[in-house]
Nanobody, 126 residues
Framework: QVQLVESGGGLVQAGGSLRLSCAASGRFLSSYALGWFRQAPGKEREFVSAISWSGDNTNYADSVKGRFTISRDNAKKMGYLQMNSLKPEDTAVYYC???????????????????WGQGTQVTVSS
């Protein structure tokens, strides 16, 4: 079993920055792909960013490309999402997700992930 715990959310003004963290424990291995998703009230959970187990391959939703950066530290079992130039439309609960993968792939569909954190709220005021 793998446990994921997100942190780093909060309230920030438009144009500001936040850094989300995802702490992994349990049977989490470095050969797990990670993803970040978000869900705003009344909307479905949507893809934000993904990273392969090695960190070599990354992907971003068009809405966050150029503003968000995903990274990971396998030695610390941590994943990160640096969010800059935040907009009110970025307001949502952000979730970290993981799945086993030693192929070097990243995954953009929420249905491809096996483990999820409880989420952290990000609110961007205008």
């Amino acid at each position: 079993q793998v446990q994921l715990v997100e942190s780093g959310g909060g309230l920030v003004q438009a144009g500001g920055s936040l850094r989300l963290s995802c702490a992994a424990s349990g049977r989490f291995l470095s050969s797990y792909a990670l993803g970040w998703f978000r869900q705003a009230p009344g909307k479905e959970r949507e893809f934000v960013s993904a990273i392969s187990w090695s960190g070599d391959n990354t992907n971003y939703a068009d809405s966050v490309k150029g503003r968000f950066t995903i990274s990971r530290d396998n030695a610390k079992k941590m994943g990160y999402l640096q969010m800059n130039s935040l907009k009110p439309e970025d307001t949502a609960v952000y979730y970290c997700a993981a799945r086993y993968s030693d192929s070097g792939s990243h995954y953009v569909s929420r249905y491809e992930y096996d483990y999820w954190g409880q989420g952290t709220q990000v609110t961007v005021s205008s």
